[in-house]
């Protein structure tokens, strides 16, 4: 094939795509360095402690137990052992769940005092404040007596 103009400006035009193409590659791999990177660093600062990791775990074992459980009870003949032994399981991941998430046991909690109005489903209303004054009041003091009016002209002097 000779070598014409035409075959240059196509050759051209090739080979800029390629460097185009070449360039596009190294800017997205930069770009997606620095996305993972920033990625890694959040996962690293939100890490969850062992507790979330291990609360986690037991939710999705609780689900597990849950579903075995009511694809036993949907099937023609559930087998009353197993259903024990899935109930079971299903109590100790329930105990588990409870301890990470730190809930309290039912009626470990005294009462802080009145139930909330919202609770008992009253409005409240509020009570009228009843004030006993110790003494009756002071009079008020006296006004003070005017002063009399400098005199327009000075006193005449003899002469």
Do not use: W
Not at 51 to 70: C, G, H, N
Not at 101 to 120: D, E, F, I, N
Request: glycine share 6%.
């Amino acid at each position: 094939m000779p070598f014409t103009s035409d075959n240059a400006a196509q050759f051209g035009r090739k080979g800029a795509e390629i460097a185009n193409a070449v360039i596009k590659q190294r800017i997205q791999r930069k770009f997606n360095s620095k996305i993972q990177q920033f990625v890694d660093e959040k996962l690293a600062e939100n890490m969850p402690s062992y507790e979330a990791k291990t609360l986690m775990r037991v939710r999705l074992q609780l689900d597990k137990v849950y579903e075995a459980f009511m694809s036993e009870v949907r099937s023609g003949k559930p087998d009353a052992g197993k259903l024990d032994r899935l109930a079971c399981a299903q109590a100790r991941l329930g105990e588990q769940e409870r301890q990470l998430a730190g809930r309290p046991m039912p009626g470990s909690l005294k009462p802080t005092g009145k139930s909330s109005s919202k609770q008992s489903g009253t409005h409240a209303t509020p009570e009228p404040i009843q004030v006993e004054p110790d003494s009756p009041p002071a009079p008020p003091a006296p006004p003070e007596p005017p002063k009399p009016y400098p005199p327009l002209f000075p006193p005449a002097t003899p002469a």
